[in-house]
């Protein structure tokens, strides 16, 4: 229905009082009497009256009718014009010569009629159920299918052309239709919306010229003053844009986006609901500001503006954090590869192919079920994932959609998105395609050499040092007693048993290497390089600092070897002064902090702050990551009364909707009393106020301040409170309960 705005524009109340002389009456719809909305007609030449006299108690011939319905839909010029076309009717009755004739045949040709007898009978009068029929026709509602004449007085009550207490006065009577009432028929029809169109009738009058809209307006048919513009518009995604309007429209004839750089971007109109338009568009970039034009906006009164514009950025792609497991971001490589990056750690049960569909336009272009994905987790970053095609599907700056099953698991256990599986849209940038290839190889000292590839490699193959085989220039072998792969997940290290000849020629072949998506392969391949190294760092330990009482932090300045970092018989800390040494009762070494080794004392071993102390490392037993032994291997540093923190839950969170996180304060061990399911307890009430508690059915271990708890299920927008019993730290320290609140929100 009609939107009704009070607020009216001071031009358009001087036009309006201007137009509105014509019209013996108040420009309120609802309060005019039947006189004033017949004058209203008759503005509009659908009916004619003598001095304003309309007759409006006589009763309805047949040809009035047929003329009032022919112009009421806006076509009583256009009859006129071609009268001769239509004053030919099949009727025996209706003379061609009659003013008559060319309404009642344009009635008979556009299915107004229905009657199939040779006699039109033109001066006899209409019933008021026949006229309504016409009416009902008017406004595009078929005879035969949406009403029959039996059954008009029902299809009007229905669409609201006449009131339930019409319907029962008329039904009972079935009147003779007089021009008075076909006056308050029409005028109510005017506002009235056509069938299955969002548009009233009166736009049939304004489409063919009959009336202005302004001119509809001052007339008082309608009160709209709203003129269409553009509210706001949004980057719904890499290639489509949200326009809102400020009024519901019914088309837009065309869309142009364009800015400084970039004026031939093509875009089209994909949608239209109401108010909002939906743009299709070649992919925008992020940040750059471009101007939308809307052309020749028609609103559902049938008012059409000619050109609307807005300014608008293009759509950025957004990271997404979330508890959950989901995609996080896309990071398109070349034609072929895109590395993909998720909310949560991955295992090697993400490379499995099945779980991953490529997408252009809802079409599959790409089947990991049919071998034409593959996949393999990044060694520099266990987040993140590269997925390469077999062919070069991806096109430069056309946008495709990544799809991914919701049975793939995160390292934590949980299925992507709760088991619902996750899509993510990105643009194909203009990266070159990459072969797997050795693009560096240098030595870094007498024992140790690295070789760098185009691609980040199987971790699998590289540890196996039969892989590699290198000789001099005599073609003596050079004995290769370990490998170990960069963080960069490019590089390799390889440790040599004997020293090379500084400047000398050496031979490395690749027997067998692959990236980590296994797709190409490095066989049986030699490299020459030369040997020439610099000197290099002693590996060492640089500083130990009490982080408190029963904690000494170590660093080191290179990456260290983790089984050797990891064992605390290794390490032997002294008091100054005296003899006695002091072992930690736990060593920990973390690979995301390769430099660092933390060393924890029990309870009966705390420094004290008067004291100064010794911490000594094995240097048979520590080496680096590549298994070069250490040279300086102790380090003073002063005691401390600083207490060591009990341990707490520094966040709960739910991460599906069977699953929560913790993240602890202190490190735990992998112990039964630790995590044993019966030490956590969760509690909360139903909406019926039941108190419930229950324990995980699991516990994941992820690492020593990361501990995952697996239950039955979940519920949203629950307030839960876990208690756990008792956790013992690397120190040996016991917290006895501890608790956290949380809730699983709305919004993964």
Not at 460 to 479: C, G, H, I, S, W
Request: charged share 20%; glycine share 6%.
């Amino acid at each position: 229905m009609m939107r009704i705005v009070k607020k009216l524009p001071f031009i358009m109340l001087v036009i309006a009082v201007m137009l509105v002389s014509i019209v013996p009456a108040a420009a309120q719809t609802t309060e005019r009497t039947t006189q004033e909305k017949a004058a209203v007609l008759g503005s509009l030449k659908i009916i004619s009256g003598v001095n304003g006299e309309y007759y409006l108690e006589n009763p309805l011939r047949r040809n009035e009718a047929a003329t009032f319905i022919v112009r009421l839909i806006g076509k009583g010029d256009y009859v006129n014009q071609n009268k001769s076309f239509f004053s030919s009717t099949p009727y025996t009755d209706v003379p061609s010569t009659e003013w008559y004739a060319p309404f009642i045949g344009y009635c008979y040709q556009n299915g107004f009629i229905l009657q199939t007898s040779s006699q039109f009978k033109p001066l006899d009068f209409i019933t008021d159920k026949e006229f309504i029929g016409m009416i009902l026709k008017a406004l595009d509602y078929v005879p035969g299918t949406d009403f029959t004449l039996d059954t008009a007085y029902d299809k009007a009550r229905e669409t609201g052309l006449i009131t339930i207490t019409e319907y029962i006065d008329r039904a009972s009577a079935n009147p003779t239709a007089t021009r008075g009432s076909a006056v308050e028929i029409m005028y109510r029809a005017l506002t009235m919306e056509c069938k299955g169109k969002d548009k009233i009738l009166l736009q049939k009058m304004i489409d063919e010229g009959v009336v202005t809209r302004l001119q509809a307006m001052a007339l008082g048919i309608i009160v709209d003053t709203v003129f269409t513009d553009i509210k706001s518009v949004e980057s719904l995604d890499l290639n489509k844009i949200q326009v809102i309007l400020n009024e519901p429209v019914q088309s837009v004839g065309g869309v142009l986006i364009y800015s400084d750089a970039d004026t031939d971007i093509t875009c089209s109109v994909d949608s239209i609901d109401g108010d909002i338009v939906v743009v299709r568009t070649d992919p925008l970039k992020e940040g750059t500001d471009y101007i939308i034009e809307l052309h020749d906006v028609r609103d559902r009164q049938g008012n059409v503006t000619s050109k609307l514009m807005k300014l608008f950025q293009g759509f950025g792609v957004q990271k997404v954090t979330s508890s959950f497991f989901r995609i996080s971001r896309i990071e398109p490589v070349n034609q072929r590869s895109l590395k993909v990056y998720f909310t949560h750690p991955l295992s090697i049960n993400s490379e499995v192919p099945l779980y991953y569909l490529l997408l252009q336009e809802n079409t599959v272009i790409a089947d990991g079920r049919l071998g034409r994905i593959k996949a393999g987790v990044l060694n520099s970053d266990n987040t993140g994932i590269l997925l390469s095609l077999d062919s070069d599907l991806l096109k430069q700056g056309e946008v495709y959609t990544l799809s991914i099953d919701g049975d793939m698991m995160s390292a934590y256990g949980v299925r992507l998105n709760d088991g619902e599986g996750d899509s993510m849209k990105f643009v194909a940038g203009d990266g070159q395609k990459t072969k797997f290839e050795m693009v560096e190889m240098a030595a870094v000292d007498a024992s140790t050499m690295i070789i760098t590839f185009s691609k980040e490699i199987n971790p699998f193959l590289a540890r196996q040092v039969f892989n590699f085989y290198l000789t001099d220039d005599k073609e003596q072998p050079v004995p290769i007693t370990g490998t170990t792969i960069d963080s960069n997940g490019h590089s390799l290290y390889l440790k040599l048993g004997k020293e090379m000849v500084k400047n000398g020629t050496y031979f490395l072949t690749i027997n067998n290497l692959n990236d980590i998506t296994r797709q190409e392969y490095i066989t049986e391949k030699v490299y020459t390089f030369k040997a020439d190294y610099g000197s290099s760092a002693k590996f060492q330990l640089t500083s130990a600092t009490a982080q408190d009482n029963q904690t000494v932090v170590l660093v080191f300045n290179r990456p260290l070897n983790p089984e050797a970092a990891a064992d605390a018989a290794n390490y032997t800390i002294t008091r100054y002064g005296s003899s006695a040494g002091i072992r930690p009762v736990k060593a920990y070494y973390d690979a995301s902090s390769p430099y660092k080794v933390k060393l924890y004392l029990q309870n009966s071993d705390k420094l004290l702050k008067q004291y100064e102390y010794t911490v000594r490392v094995d240097s048979t037993k520590i080496k680096d990551f590549l298994g070069n032994r250490i040279e300086t291997v102790s380090r003073q540093f002063a005691g401390t009364d600083k207490n060591r923190p009990a341990n707490e839950i520094v966040e709960a969170v739910a991460i599906s909707t069977d699953a929560v996180k913790l993240t602890l304060s202190q490190e735990i061990g992998f112990s039964a009393n630790n995590l044993l399911p019966a030490n956590f307890v969760l509690e909360y009430s139903t909406n019926n106020f039941v108190s419930v508690r229950k324990v995980p059915v699991s516990v994941i271990y992820i690492d020593p301040v990361t501990v995952i708890l697996k239950f039955d299920s979940l519920e949203y927008n629950t307030a839960y409170t876990l208690k756990v019993s008792e956790l013992t730290d690397f120190s040996g320290n016991v917290v006895k309960g501890i608790e956290k609140e949380f809730s699983l929100g709305t919004v993964k």
